[in-house]
C-alpha cells in the first residue's frame, strides 16, 4: 500500500491543523493505521492508532484530550485532527499502515510509511 500524508503547515499556539493520509494499492480496510512523528534531534514517536473499522483509537499521552484520528475506509484516508496545538508538537508528521489486529504503538508493528508532513507550531 501507498501512503500519501499531507496538511502540514506553520500555526501559531493554540491554534488547529488537520492532516490527512491518502492509501492507495491493496485493501486499505485491511489495515490499521498509526501516526507518528519526529522532531529534531529525537526518536520517532507514536501519536495516535486507529484501527481497521475506525472503532478503536489510541493515544499517547502527550496528545490525549487534543488529537482525534478517525478514517473512511470508502475513500480509503485517515485523518489527525489536531486542536490545542504546542509548540512542542512540532515535528515530522508520519502516516503508516500495519495488517495488525491489536493497538499498535511501536513503529516495528508497521509495513508501509508515508514520505511525512512538517507541523510547525509558533509560540
Known amino acids: 500500500v501507498q501512503l500519501q500524508a499531507s496538511g502540514g503547515g506553520l500555526v501559531q499556539a493554540g491554534g488547529s491543523l488537520r492532516l490527512s493520509c491518502a492509501a492507495s494499492?491493496?485493501?486499505?480496510?485491511?489495515?490499521?493505521m498509526g501516526w507518528f512523528r519526529q522532531a529534531p534531534g529525537k526518536e520517532r514517536e507514536f501519536v495516535a492508532f486507529?484501527?481497521?473499522?475506525?472503532?478503536?483509537?489510541n493515544y499517547a499521552d502527550s496528545v490525549k484530550g487534543r488529537f482525534t484520528t478517525s478514517r473512511d475506509n470508502a475513500r480509503k484516508r485517515v485523518y489527525l485532527q489536531m486542536n490545542s496545538l504546542k509548540p512542542e508538537d512540532t515535528a515530522v508528521y508520519y502516516c503508516?499502515?500495519?495488517?495488525?489486529?491489536?493497538?499498535?504503538?511501536?513503529?516495528?508493528?508497521?509495513?508501509?510509511w508515508g514520505q511525512g508532513t512538517q507541523v510547525t507550531v509558533s509560540s
Open positions: 494499492g491493496r485493501t486499505f480496510s485491511d489495515y490499521a
Open positions: 486507529v484501527n481497521w473499522s475506525g472503532g478503536t483509537t
Open positions: 503508516a499502515a500495519g495488517q495488525v489486529r491489536y493497538i499498535a504503538t511501536m513503529s516495528t508493528e508497521y509495513d508501509y
